[in-house]
């Protein structure tokens, strides 16, 4: 898999929310980097491992419905545009 830039994969998340790649790059780049968090506060590896799950889980959907907003506004946006 092609290592994105933050922004390039936040924007293709914005295109295509259900993108099962994008979200697998995204888990895997920054549920290392909550990890890492978790060991320097030094979490064990099980409890490290357990916090970074959780937090992706609560993020994902988060994430995924204000990504589709987000899509859904700039679509309104331009059939506005375009009928005017």
């Given amino acids: 898999m092609e290592s994105l830039t ?9 295109q ?16 290392r980097k909550i990890y890492g968090w ?3 506060w030094n979490l064990q590896a099980a409890d490290a491992e357990d916090v970074t799950q ?4 609560k993020l994902a959907p988060k994430m ?5 907003l987000s899509l859904h506004s ?3 946006i331009a059939w506005r545009l375009f009928w005017q």
């Fill in 74 to 76: 700039h679509q309104a």
């Fill in 54 to 57: 959780i937090v992706l889980l």
């Fill in 16 to 31: 295509v929310p259900m993108d099962q790649a994008a979200w697998a790059e995204f888990t895997e780049r920054y549920g």
């Fill in 38 to 40: 978790c060991r320097q």
């Fill in 6 to 14: 933050s922004a390039t994969l936040l924007g293709r998340l914005r």
């Fill in 64 to 68: 995924q419905a204000k990504l589709a």
